[in-house]
């Protein structure tokens, strides 16, 4: 069965990618769903202890094989030029289990403009703040948080999709801090 590890909102930092990837690595993933914010640490984000770009780019281009990303705010077209996949969509979509699942950063499109319909499910990042919802339409709307910029006093955590379960994870307690369960529609 198809595994994901959904990360957002890296900023550049190198020591917190690094500990995402390595912990990710027990659930195998299939694929990286990258949801915008890769290498820029934005304007109004202070530049993170270990900001590194370039190493960040070199530790998600041995992966590139394996890597759908969106492009968030604060990327750009300069970006582009270190990364080995293609990162500047606005949007991606996936069929999986019977679900579309819409992949944004989480500035540009609200669910009520999307194509969206009961079951299916809204990945973004954009706030920092992780979560699951379930909203007015049945539409699931899930937020892996900020592995750099975590907000609001939460942990900085990354989501994985394995056995039609995604659960939100911290980084540093490796504790379960939401899950849902997508085995049936």
């Known amino acids: 069965m198809l595994s994901l590890a959904i990360i957002s909102d890296v900023h550049g930092c190198?020591?917190?990618?690094?500990?995402?990837?390595?912990h990710a690595e027990q659930f195998h993933p299939d694929y990286y769903l990258l949801l915008g914010d890769v290498l820029n640490h934005g304007p109004r984000n202070p530049?993170?202890?270990?900001?590194a770009p370039?190493?960040?780019?070199?530790?998600?281009?041995?992966?590139?094989?394996?890597?759908?990303?969106?492009?968030?705010?604060?990327?750009?077209?300069?970006?582009?030029?270190l990364?080995?996949?293609?990162?500047?969509?606005?949007?991606?979509?996936?069929?999986?289990?019977?679900?579309?699942?819409f992949?944004?950063?989480?500035?540009?499109?609200?669910?009520?403009?999307?194509?969206l319909v009961?079951?299916?499910?809204?990945?973004?990042?954009?706030?920092?703040i992780a979560g699951i919802d379930l909203d007015e339409k049945g539409i699931y709307r899930i937020n892996p948080g900020s592995?750099?910029?975590?907000?609001?006093?939460?942990?900085?955590?990354?989501?994985?999709?394995?056995?039609?379960e995604l659960q939100i994870i911290g980084l540093d307690s490796h504790q379960v801090l939401a899950r849902s369960d997508f085995r049936t529609k």
């Open 47 to 51: 530049v993170p202890e270990g900001y």
């Open 118 to 128: 009961a079951g299916d499910v809204l990945l973004s990042g954009h706030t920092h």
């Open 54 to 81: 370039p190493e960040v780019a070199a530790l998600l281009n041995p992966l590139r094989e394996k890597i759908i990303a969106v492009r968030g705010n604060c990327d750009s077209e300069v970006d582009q030029m």
């Open 147 to 164: 592995i750099t910029f975590p907000r609001d006093g939460a942990e900085a955590s990354y989501a994985v999709y394995a056995n039609g």
């Open 83 to 101: 990364l080995q996949f293609p990162c500047l969509a606005a949007h991606n979509q996936l069929l999986l289990g019977g679900r579309r699942w």
């Open 14 to 22: 190198y020591p917190s990618l690094q500990k995402t990837l390595q």
């Open 103 to 115: 992949m944004t950063h989480g500035h540009l499109y609200e669910a009520s403009e999307l194509p």
